[in-house]
């Protein structure tokens, strides 16, 4: 008979989705969250000890001359198997940690729970988009590319207008279009290759730098400014040379003064658990919610795995693609239920070629 912290254990199965504040390692995310799950399991009411037959001797009294021994039988509960006495039930619940946030980002950080780990690494395979904002602020430029880093140069905004900001970013994402059309393998001269672009499903094939799919100004108030980004493989530290990298091109310099993930393909900021939410009620109803999406992953990394060598590159490619824009557009159909809850490949993609004068 299962205990009911053994039922608990057993629908711990799944990937979620937590809100990581900035200033805060992914790793104390990941510990914070282990801690909280054991507490629940090992909090669980132990099941009803076992009973055990013993015979009790009896004594016959001052008047009894009788030597017999007298023997009764009674059941008594054995302490053997008690919490106090073998220790807590559970020591370990392994909690995987999907595309990680260093401590200056924020936003959805996408964690797994027994089975979930394996599909987080179907996940990272799947050329998933993610999307940041990412705020930056001209006039002066640091070691790290952020407002907290040492500063080494000064400079004026004040030719700055957001005309120039858009063409600016429009160049960039028209050099990064060309990157994604070249790792994505597709041949530009097939109907396949025009239907996937105007689709917008062109996706890098295996390695690739990072890479911009998406780039648009949504805040300009100098000299603070606010970027959204739609991106594959990229890292944070990318994101915040990219604020420097618009500073140049402008004649200025910019850091940046923040990253945040509001999408990690499916996982929307709306269905990530925020910090008062990371306990173990709030985290299965997660997991639950995400059920199907985790199925979905589950099979699409389940067939690059068996029929990558039985197939021929462009079927493997087809079939990649249709699992990707199936985990793509996977969160237009989620949406949250509750409004409390928020939840090196150092090689860009370079400008050179794209430079012009402003």
């Not at 905004?157 to 994604?180: C, F, P, S, W």
């Not at 979905?296 to 990394?301: F, L, N, Q, V």
Request: proline share 5%; net charge positive; glycine share 6%.
């Amino acid at each position: 008979m299962t205990t009911q912290a053994v039922r608990l254990f057993r629908k711990m199965n799944g990937l979620f989705a937590v809100y990581k504040p900035q200033g805060v390692h992914w790793k104390h995310v990941r510990d914070s969250t282990e801690s909280n799950l054991l507490k629940a399991l090992n909090s669980c009411p132990p099941p009803a000890p076992q009973l055990a037959l013993q015979f009790q001797l009896l004594s016959g009294g001052e008047n009894c001359s009788s030597k017999d021994v007298v023997l009764s039988p009674s059941m008594v509960p054995t302490l053997a198997d008690h919490p106090l006495v073998t220790g807590p039930q559970f020591h370990k619940v392994h909690v995987g940690v999907g595309h990680r946030l260093d401590a200056f980002s924020s936003g959805v950080l996408v964690l797994g729970v027994g089975k979930g780990n394996g599909v987080l690494e179907h996940l990272c395979k799947s050329h998933v988009t993610r999307d940041y904002t990412l705020e930056g602020e001209f006039g002066k430029a640091t070691d790290n590319f952020t407002h907290t880093g040492r500063v080494i140069e000064k400079t004026t905004y004040d030719h700055v207008t957001l005309d120039k900001l858009e063409r600016v970013l429009a160049m960039i994402q028209g050099a990064n279009q060309k990157a994604l059309i070249t790792y994505s393998q597709v041949d530009l001269h097939t109907q396949e290759a025009y239907e996937l672009a105007v689709r917008g499903l062109l996706y890098p094939h295996g390695k690739s730098p990072p890479i911009l799919t998406g780039l648009r100004c949504i805040h300009f108030n100098p000299p603070n400014f606010t970027l959204e980004v739609q991106c594959v493989n990229e890292t944070q530290k990318y994101l915040r040379k990219l604020i420097h990298e618009v500073g140049l091109e402008l004649r200025t310099s910019a850091v940046c003064s923040g990253v945040r993930r509001t999408r990690d393909g499916p996982f929307k900021v709306e269905n990530a658990l925020t910090r008062q939410h990371w306990t173990a009620d709030s985290i299965m109803q997660a997991i639950a919610h995400f059920s199907k999406t985790t199925r979905k992953i589950r099979k699409s990394g389940m067939y690059r795995q068996t029929a990558g060598p039985l197939n021929s590159s462009t079927q493997v490619q087809e079939q990649t693609r249709s699992q990707t824009e199936q985990i793509n557009l996977e969160h237009v159909e989620l949406s949250s239920s509750t409004s409390d809850t928020v939840v090196d490949r150092e090689t860009p993609v370079t400008l050179s070629e794209g430079r012009t004068k402003q």
